[in-house]
């Protein structure tokens, strides 16, 4: 038997990944370097189009937590992330173009996997796993939608990349929030008068006006929220957001600045930065003019300008059960942002599920049943969770979707190693009863 798996992204290749660890053989479709989305620009399989962080790395934390359980189940990306990364305080940030060719290079290289290239108009017939991505194609978008009845959509958006060498090193220095991790971050502190003046730039820059907008209501997913669209909420509200100062002291003053703009490492070589959470949907033009009012960015060469795309998820908690299988066609399952899961690593992980599920139940054996204390047995419960119909939003990994520890914890960092810990060892005690070895 041969299974289709639609899309080379995160979700699509850990789903062939997954399936082929079970000696099941897959054919994966990419359209890419046919075709490509608004969004993506790179050849490779699992591009990252947004920011190159996969957020936290420690365990007591939900992020980490997420990529702790996704190695436990063999994730083909996580491994791929930690030999490409770059460093970034606490965080795992990749080096995009590495870590792209380090999963493809994988991929192809598996016997069991076939790469058939080319856009894939129509859902093949047999066992499928849709992964084909929030930014799905035309003819796949329609089949999917009169497979599903109906479609929700929201808007995301990636924020801009600038050169280390245009930045002017007398304003800005190197710090982590709260002295976390190496100092890997660049902060661009400012006065009251320079966030000021930024944020009065900000609210009056022209966005780019999309199609899409004159005939279809959309909303913003909060946790892509555009710069912009946060600064209209309120002249501080940027300040409680992405520009906090809090944790910051500038040592050359020995102060906290007003605000503060951070820039995160994007390659290894530490040649290029992106600022962190200036998402937006401003014209190039006018993100040159606003952004370089930030100290140290007025000579800024920016690499890439933040571009804004429409992401499409479906009706999950009506259309899937807890292993991404379709209630009404369970030969089909769907993996990724498509899900209504929120993430890079959301994303991979509910492909590792989805390709995991159908292999086993292909092979007849029992399905691993993830355990809801454990982070991806949550994400799957919340994505499957018919309560959920009629509210659905995107979620990530957060420790708010794991059951109370029943024990009163008040020290943050200790509760939530406990959540860590009862997380891996449920997921450890659930393998080795569906008899998988490490």
Avoid at 2 to 10: D, F
Avoid at 125 to 134: C, D, L, Q, R, S
Avoid at 366 to 391: C, H, Q, R, W
Wanted: charged letters at 25%.
């Amino acid at each position: 038997m041969i299974v289709n798996v639609i899309g080379a992204g995160l979700a699509g290749c850990e789903a062939a990944w997954a399936l082929a660890r079970y000696g099941i053989n897959v054919r994966l479709y990419e359209m890419k370097p046919e075709k490509y989305s608004p969004a993506h620009k790179y050849s490779g399989f699992a591009e990252l189009v947004c920011s190159n962080s996969l957020k936290a790395a420690r365990l007591e934390s939900a992020a980490g937590l997420l990529k702790a359980e996704m190695e436990m189940l063999g994730s083909l990306t996580v491994p791929c992330a930690k030999e490409n990364s770059v460093e970034a305080g606490g965080a795992l940030a990749v080096d995009r173009e590495r870590f792209s060719d380090c999963v493809t290079g994988r991929i192809k290289n598996c016997e069991l996997i076939e790469v058939v290239g080319g856009e894939v108009t129509k859902i093949p017939e047999g066992v499928t796993i849709i992964a084909t991505g929030p930014l799905t194609s035309g003819a796949m978008a329609e089949e999917i939608r009169s497979l599903c009845g109906e479609r929700l959509s929201f808007y995301d958006a990636a924020a801009p990349i600038v050169t280390f060498e245009s930045l002017d090193k007398e304003k800005v220095f190197f710090a982590s929030r709260y002295d976390r991790g190496d100092a890997d971050y660049i902060n661009c502190p400012m006065n009251k008068e320079e966030y000021t003046a930024f944020y009065r730039a900000l609210i009056t820059a022209e966005k780019v006006q999309l199609k899409d907008f004159e005939t279809h209501p959309f909303s913003v997913y909060e946790g892509c929220m555009p710069i912009e669209e946060l600064a209209s909420r309120g002249e501080d509200t940027m300040r409680f957001g992405p520009m906090k100062p809090v944790g910051i002291i500038d040592e050359r003053t020995g102060r906290r600045p007003y605000a503060v703009v951070q820039l995160r490492r994007e390659n290894r070589e530490a040649t290029l930065f992106n600022l962190v959470g200036f998402q937006t949907n401003l014209k190039f033009g006018e993100q040159k003019r606003v952004f370089s009012m930030i100290p140290g960015l007025e000579n800024a060469e920016f690499m890439r300008y933040g571009v804004m795309h429409r992401n499409t998820f479906i009706n999950s908690p009506v259309l899937l059960d807890r292993y991404f299988s379709m209630r009404s066609k369970p030969e089909i399952f769907f993996a990724g942002q498509i899900t209504g899961v929120e993430g890079y690593m959301e994303s991979a992980a509910s492909g590792i599920i989805a390709g995991t599920a159908a292999a086993r139940r292909i092979l007849g054996l029992e399905p691993i049943v993830l355990p809801e204390d454990t982070m991806l047995g949550a994400l799957s419960s919340y994505i499957s969770d018919p309560f959920n119909d009629g509210k659905f939003q995107p979620m990530g990994a957060n420790m708010g979707i794991l059951p109370d520890i029943g024990v009163r914890i008040k020290d943050k960092k200790e509760r939530y190693g406990a959540y860590a810990n009862r997380a891996v060892a449920s997921l450890k005690k659930e393998l080795e009863r569906a008899g998988v070895n490490d």
